[in-house]
C-alpha cells in the first residue's frame, strides 16, 4: 500500500505514482512484477473541501512503464484491505455492515453446536461470545472508531449485539436488553469499544520504539536490505 498527501487530489495521485514506480523498478530488479488487474487508486477528501481548490476525484492515472509502455490504473470508490472495507467518503457505514451481518450469521451458526434435546449452557455460550462473537463484531475498529459522529455505526453494532445477548440467556426476542447486560457481565457495545481503543493505545505504548507499527517509513522503503547485499527474494541468483 502506497499512501500520499497533498493539498491538491492530482498532486497526492501523481506522488503516488511515483512511489508506485519506484516499487515496480525493485520488484523487476528482483524477478518480481506487480498485478495490474489488483492494482487500485483511490482518493480521498474532506467532505467540506472546496473542488475548486482539491480538485476533483480522478476518474483513472495514466504512467510511463519503461517496459510496457503507457499504462492506466483505475480508480475505485470500495476498497478491500485485510478485511476492512474503506469506501471513498470514509464513512464506514459498508464496512460496519458487512461486520454485523457475518455476526449475526455466526450466532445462527452456532446453534448447530447443541443438539435437540440440550443447548449450549450459560458457561459455554460465553465462551463462544468472546471467542467468536466478539473478535468479528469489532474487527478493525481501531482503523474507524472515533466516537464522533458515529452513532448510527454503534446502533448498528448493538442491535446485532442485542441479538447474541438473547440468545446467551434463552430469553425472549422482546425482552429487554438492558438488565441483560447486567446478568451476563457483557457491557454495552459503546462501553466495550472505548475499551478496546484503550487497550490498543497502551499496547502501541508498550511497544519499543524499532517496532514496525511504530515506524513509518518516509525515506528507501527497501533500506531493510543493504545495496551491496541482493535480498533472498532474488530468484535470477537463487537459480
Same mark, same amino acid.
Given at each position: ?62 504512467? #510511463?512503464?519503461? =517496459?510496457? $509502455?503507457?499504462?492506466? %490504473?483505475?480508480?475505485?470508490?470500495? !476498497? &478491500?484491505? /485485510? ?81 447474541? #445477548?438473547?440468545? =446467551?440467556? $434463552?430469553?425472549?426476542? %422482546?425482552?429487554?436488553?438492558?438488565? !441483560? &447486560?447486567? /446478568? ?56
Amino acid at each position: 500500500m502506497i499512501y500520499t498527501t497533498s493539498a491538491t487530489l492530482s498532486a497526492a495521485t501523481n506522488t503516488a505514482l511515483e512511489g508506485y514506480m519506484e516499487v515496480l523498478t525493485w520488484l523487476r530488479a528482483n524477478s518480481l512484477d506487480t498485478d495490474p488487474s489488483k492494482t487500485k487508486l483511490m482518493t480521498f477528501a474532506r467532505q467540506c473541501a472546496n473542488p475548486n481548490q482539491v480538485g476533483h476525484h480522478p476518474t483513472e492515472a495514466r504512467y #510511463i512503464d519503461p =517496459i510496457l $509502455g503507457p499504462q492506466t %490504473i483505475k480508480t475505485t470508490t470500495h !476498497l &478491500h484491505y /485485510l478485511r476492512v472495507y474503506i469506501d471513498q467518503s470514509l464513512n464506514w457505514s459498508q464496512h460496519v455492515s458487512i461486520m454485523t451481518n457475518h455476526t449475526c450469521s455466526t450466532l445462527r451458526g452456532i446453534n448447530l453446536l447443541g443438539n435437540s434435546i440440550h443447548r449450549l449452557d450459560f458457561l459455554n455460550w460465553h465462551k463462544v461470545y468472546n471467542a467468536l462473537i466478539i473478535p468479528t463484531l469489532t474487527y478493525g475498529a481501531q482503523v474507524w472508531y472515533t466516537g464522533i459522529n458515529q452513532k448510527g455505526l454503534i446502533c448498528q453494532l448493538q442491535i446485532a449485539q442485542n441479538e447474541g #445477548i438473547r440468545k =446467551i440467556t $434463552g430469553v425472549f426476542k %422482546i425482552t429487554l436488553v438492558e438488565p !441483560l &447486560h447486567n /446478568l451476563t457481565g457483557i457491557p454495552p457495545i459503546s462501553y466495550f469499544m472505548n475499551k478496546l481503543m484503550h487497550s490498543y493505545t497502551n499496547r502501541l505504548q508498550a511497544m519499543a520504539a524499532y517496532a514496525k507499527v511504530q515506524q513509518v517509513l518516509t525515506e528507501d522503503r527497501c533500506h531493510y536490505w543493504p545495496i551491496y547485499i541482493h535480498p533472498s527474494t532474488n530468484l535470477l541468483r537463487a537459480s
